[in-house]
């Protein structure tokens, strides 16, 4: 691990990720400049852990696959490239037989997050360039120099500007056919420049429909039995059963103004806040403020419904979280567990101001 070239890049590659029937891009995380090989671990984690968040089990479950998710997690060296971006070797639009480019300054992550309008160029399948689009580039994303990235801002006069040369756009055709020849018509490409030099970074079929899914993260241990004896569903169980629980929690980081949790996606996970403030809103209108110890979504671990409200990182938020993938098999083979969650269930019930819940 130790002798691996720095800084790297880890992103989420699986069987069935992205393919003709699917495509869950912009759903599971990548992390891009990670500035060491002890940083690795965390990276993968977290790119595991991102297959179980609320937009990414919303798609699974619209696919009809309901399933604990799998993912293989990829390391790469991160390039700081001078241009990146996108090719398709069919045009996705129109199906015409040509290359469809988008590209951008800097790291490809500007053009597939959307966070740009990128130059688009149309290439005839024997090289000849059909169109060119200037874009509207405002920021290229860089390699940050203690890790991570940062948003350069593009001088005004190269915003509008091409940022590839007919040689560049010779070199891409050229590869779109080398990847067509190996890997089948109908490519995705991700790619990039460095100097003269162009690099393939991923090649995957086009998604022409939706898919089947992958990830999840292995358990991290964590001394949370007597934090979770405040959350309801967990209160009355024994400290040893507590205990079994709390080990298969994992920790989790959000960036300011990331979305936990969104209301009226699917949901499998439970999260119990170490440290930050995350606002709760229910269409739209403000409810509360949570904090260190608040806790939400324990339900999703039990009945795999939707979400009844969003959750909103204010800064950065640091949470435990548990997958229903993980809870169910603990619940399922431990009678005692079961049986003390059915009880809470049922004085909860009994507690309800509803009269259509029957007391008796």
Known sequence: MRSLPTPLAVRSSCVGEDSAGASFAGQHLTVLNVPSADDVEQAVREVWWSANSDSAITYRKRLGVFERPSVGVVVQSLLAPDTAGVMFTRNPINNADERLIEANWGLG???????????????????????????????????????????????????????????????????????????????????????????????????????????????????????????????????????????????????????????????????LIDSGTATVTVRGAFRRTLGPGDYFGEIALLDQGVRSATVTADGELVCRGITLWDFRPLVQSNAAIAWTLLQTLARTLRDTDDPRVATT
């Open 109 to 271: 992550e500007a053009v597939v997050s959307g966070r740009v309008i990128p130059d688009s160029f149309r290439v005839a399948r024997g090289g000849e360039v059909l169109e060119r689009t200037p874009g509207f580039k405002k920021i290229a994303i860089r390699p940050a120099p203690g890790g991570g990235t940062f948003d350069e801002k593009i001088p005004v006069d190269q915003r509008e500007s091409l940022c590839l040369s007919d040689e560049q756009l010779e070199a891409l055709s050229a590869l779109a056919d080398t990847c067509e020849r190996v890997y089948g018509a109908g490519r995705d490409i991700e790619w990039a420049f460095t100097g003269d030099a162009l690099y393939l970074l991923q090649c995957r079929a086009i998604t022409s429909s939706a898919g089947a899914g992958p990830t999840a993260p292995p358990a991290e241990s964590a001394p949370l039995g007597e934090s979770i004896v405040h959350v309801p569903l967990f209160s009355e169980l024994a400290a040893p059963d507590r205990d079994a629980i709390a080990r298969l929690f994992t920790k989790r980081v959000f960036a300011p103004g990331e979305t936990v949790a969104k209301e009226g996606s699917e949901a499998a996970a439970f999260y």
